[in-house]
C-alpha cells in the first residue's frame, strides 16, 4: 500500500506542480506548492535516514522514498516561476539569486538529479552500503542549492 501511496502523492505534486507553472495564476499557489513539495522531499529524506540508522533498515521502505525524492527532484525547476521570489512579500527562504542566476540554480538542480537517480538505482537494488554511500552524497547535491539559493531560517 505505502508504494501505491508514494505513486499517488508524487503524481498529485507533479500535476499541481506542472499546472501552476505553466496556468501561474496566483502567486501564492506557486510558492504554496513550491514549500509543500520540499516538506515532502524533507520527509522522504528523514525516512531514509531512519532507516538506515536501523540494524535491519526496511529496503523496500527505503527504495520507495528515494524514488520520490527522485521524483520531486526532477519537479524542482517548475517549482520556480518567473516573479515568485521575495518580491512578492510571500514568506520564503529562496533567495532572488535563484532567478538572477538561473544558470547556476540549473546546474545545482540538475546535479541533484544526478544523485537522486543513483540514489533511487541503489535503494532499488537493495543495497544498503551503496544507499549510505549515495545518500550522503545526494544530500551534498541538496547542498549545492541550500548555500548558495536558500536564505537562513529566521
Request: contains cysteine.
Amino acid at each position: 500500500m505505502p508504494e501505491k501511496t508514494s505513486v499517488a502523492g508524487i503524481a498529485l505534486v507533479l500535476a499541481l506542480t506542472a499546472g501552476a507553472a505553466v496556468a501561474a495564476t496566483s502567486v501564492e499557489k506557486a510558492v504554496a506548492l513550491r514549500q509543500a513539495g520540499y516538506k515532502e522531499m524533507g520527509k522522504s529524506f528523514k525516512a531514509i535516514n531512519d532507516e538506515l540508522k536501523k540494524d535491519a533498515p526496511d529496503t523496500k521502505l527505503i527504495a520507495a522514498e528515494a524514488k520520490k525524492v527522485h521524483g520531486f527532484s526532477l519537479a524542482i525547476p517548475k517549482w520556480f516561476p518567473k516573479d515568485s521570489g521575495p518580491e512578492t512579500g510571500i514568506k520564503m527562504r529562496a533567495k532572488a539569486d535563484i532567478w538572477a542566476e538561473p544558470a547556476k540554480f540549473a546546474d545545482a538542480t540538475k546535479a541533484l538529479q544526478v544523485e537522486s537517480q543513483k540514489l533511487r538505482v541503489a535503494a532499488g537494488k537493495g543495497d544498503i552500503e551503496a544507499v549510505k554511500v549515495q545518500f550522503k552524497a545526494t544530500g551534498g547535491a541538496c547542498g549545492g542549492c541550500h548555500k548558495p539559493f536558500r536564505a537562513e531560517e529566521k
